[in-house]
């Protein structure tokens, strides 16, 4: 019985190997319209839907396996990016950083090359303040030259004065200090007041200029050289606001300082010694 079955294997085989054979034959020869051509375009025709059917169905599933078999890479490659973008941020902030400290040290330079007088660059290394006193501490002191009443300036424009020097730092009073007063002059015409701080902004008081004056917004005030406290021609600001004092003899007159006093990071100190005290126009 064993070997009728063996016999029969392979009979099977060789009538199947003969039929493929012929069916190969016939489909090389006969043409585009032969039966075993036809039939392959049916089956083509009934099956390939099923294939897409099938094809639809597990591409999700393949997709979800290929995302659980990458999701190591994934993740290492997400944690990269974060960490390439936090580095290019802080390159771009490192940049705008360097870029706004070469803008503010062109603009010293510029004014230092205008000057008529020597000036001593320095930094500022603290900023103390309260409601009622406005001053840095910079990181120059008597053994760089620095002395009490020495004016300030920055950004093109009066910062304040020395108030007290040590070795190797120093106090500076802010113009924008309600302590401080310093006599200035309106260029165009001519008049001279005072300015004094009020904490806020950048904004300070122009006073005693008289309710006649034809001063008005856009008006130039610069330092008037007057007791030699401050020299001639310091740059303080522009006239913003003009209005008549509620006293009738004065204007109430406003200045926009060119200097942020939050925020100073840079100075020069003029190499010019008054005898008087710093609190001028008191």
């Given amino acids: 019985m064993p070997e009728f079955f063996g016999r029969r ?14 069916i190969l034959t016939i489909h090389y020869r006969e043409g585009e319209d032969g039966l075993i051509h036809r039939a392959e375009r049916l089956v083509m025709a009934a099956v390939s839907p099923l294939q897409t059917s099938v094809t639809n169905a597990l591409t999700p599933v393949r997709d979800g396996w290929d995302y659980l078999a990458h999701f190591g890479d994934l993740k290492r490659e997400n944690r990269h990016l974060k960490q390439e973008v936090a580095e290019l941020r802080g390159q771009v902030f490192a940049l705008q950083s360097l ?3 070469n803008s503010r040290l062109q ?6 090359d205008q000057a008529k007088y020597d000036t001593i660059p320095a930094r500022v290394t603290g900023m103390p303040s309260s409601n009622w006193w406005s001053s840095v501490i910079i990181d120059k002191g008597v053994d760089d030259g620095i002395k009490r009443n020495m004016p300030v300036v920055a950004g093109g424009g009066l910062v304040g004065q020395v108030a007290d020097a040590s070795q190797r730092a120093a106090k500076v009073v802010l113009l924008n200090d309600v302590q401080s007063g310093v006599s200035v002059q309106v260029e165009r015409t001519g008049e001279v007041g005072v300015i004094k701080g009020q904490l806020r902004d950048q904004r300070l008081i122009l006073r005693y200029i008289s309710k006649d004056s034809t001063i008005q917004n856009g008006d130039t005030v610069v330092t008037s050289g ?8 310091i740059y303080v600001g522009k006239v913003v606001k003009v209005s008549l004092s509620s006293y009738g003899l004065y204007k109430d007159v406003e200045v926009n300082s060119p200097v942020d006093f939050t925020s100073l990071e840079e100075v020069l100190v003029i190499k010019h010694e008054p005898d008087f005290s710093f609190k001028e126009g008191n």
């Fill in 99 to 101: 870029k706004n400290e």
């Fill in 107 to 112: 603009s010293l330079i510029g004014f230092k």
């Fill in 9 to 22: 294997n392979y009979l099977i085989l060789f009538a199947l190997i003969v039929l493929s054979m012929l």
């Fill in 226 to 233: 007057l007791g030699e406290l401050f020299p001639k021609g």
